[in-house]
């Protein structure tokens, strides 16, 4: 999911936790992680829970095996591709 805010996160979270509840099934938890991006990627916020379980931020996220890291301008001067 994409959402420009924590509070946005949290409202498409419910829809999605109902939806899953009227199909018998739960979220992932083991697989299920939050990853902030943008200029304020490392400001503190709130925990982000579903169903009861704090979701985990992380700083890097590999989906389909390609390595998505949050990083600053800065620091993609010396970004490279992982696969």
Do not use: P, W
Not at 28 to 35: A, D, E, P, R
Not at 46 to 58: E, P, W
């Amino acid at each position: 999911m994409i959402a420009l805010s924590v509070s946005e996160l949290e409202k498409l979270l419910r829809i999605c936790e109902g939806e899953l509840e009227l199909l018998d099934m739960t979220v992932g938890f083991h697989k299920t992680v939050c990853m902030r991006i943008g200029q304020r990627s490392d400001a503190n916020c709130a925990n982000i829970v579903s169903s009861g379980q704090v979701i985990s931020l992380v700083n890097d996220i590999r989906y389909l095996g390609i390595l998505v890291v949050v990083c600053s301008l800065d620091e993609t001067k010396n970004l490279s591709i992982m696969l």
